[in-house]
């Protein structure tokens, strides 16, 4: 009985992962079909170094409130342990966004190759919105919302993924797909 639990719960966690995956895959086949090999290396670069970004930002405290969720036994202790790993990974943004804004230029020129202001304050509203979709989609996997989190994961992908072949629409150049 226990064992079936388990497999119910690994299939509907494993769920989110395969569905992120088939939409790599779909975005990957259209976007190297809609933009250049250079703009794609931009695109790539940018999601990159948000990445990085993203994991200094998290300061490991993503995996500490992975550790520590159970010790708690209380909902509100949860939610305090939560809005701590939260807040701090905000401050650590906040000081990234500022560091990534003071020196726009040669991170925006790292990246795409000229500087752009538009694509450093992109860099920094980026690394917000993948740190706060960090820790909800944990607080949903950790209680254990399969539905919540699936639709969590699915949809920061397909964001995340698919988003930038919607700007082709608009125009087919690095900073329109990076904003």
């Given at each position: 009985?226990?064992?079936?639990?388990f497999?119910?719960?690994?299939?509907?966690?494993?769920?989110?992962t395969?569905?992120?995956?088939?939409?790599t895959?779909?975005a990957?086949?259209?976007?190297?079909?809609?933009?250049a090999?250079?703009t794609?290396?931009?695109?790539?670069l940018?999601?990159?170094?948000q990445?990085?970004?993203?994991y200094?930002a998290?300061?490991?405290?993503?995996q500490a409130?992975?550790?520590?969720?159970y010790?708690?036994k209380k909902a509100?202790?949860?939610k305090?342990?939560?809005?701590?790993?939260?807040?701090?990974?905000?401050?650590?943004?906040?000081?990234?966004g500022?560091?990534v804004?003071?020196?726009?230029k040669?991170?925006?020129?790292?990246i795409?190759?000229?500087s752009?202001?538009?694509?450093?304050?992109?860099?920094v509203?980026?690394?917000?919105?993948?740190?706060?979709?960090?820790?909800?989609?944990?607080?949903?996997?950790?209680?254990?919302?399969?539905v919540?989190?699936t639709v969590?994961?699915v949809?920061?992908?397909?964001?995340?993924k698919?988003?930038y072949s919607a700007?082709?629409i608009?125009?087919?150049?690095?900073?329109?797909?990076?904003?």
């Amino acid at each position: 009985n226990s064992a079936i639990v388990f497999l119910k719960k690994f299939v509907g966690f494993s769920l989110a992962t395969g569905i992120s995956a088939v939409i790599t895959f779909v975005a990957t086949f259209i976007n190297t079909r809609i933009f250049a090999p250079a703009t794609l290396g931009q695109i790539n670069l940018f999601i990159t170094v948000q990445n990085f970004l993203l994991y200094i930002a998290c300061l490991g405290l993503d995996q500490a409130y992975c550790r520590y969720y159970y010790e708690y036994k209380k909902a509100d202790e949860k939610k305090t342990l939560f809005q701590i790993c939260l807040r701090v990974s905000l401050v650590v943004v906040a000081v990234l966004g500022a560091v990534v804004l003071f020196a726009w230029k040669p991170v925006s020129g790292y990246i795409g190759g000229e500087s752009s202001f538009v694509v450093a304050v992109a860099l920094v509203i980026a690394t917000l919105a993948h740190t706060i979709g960090r820790y909800f989609s944990l607080a949903q996997r950790m209680s254990q919302k399969i539905v919540a989190y699936t639709v969590l994961v699915v949809s920061m992908s397909i964001s995340h993924k698919l988003s930038y072949s919607a700007t082709a629409i608009i125009g087919k150049d690095y900073v329109t797909s990076v904003l």
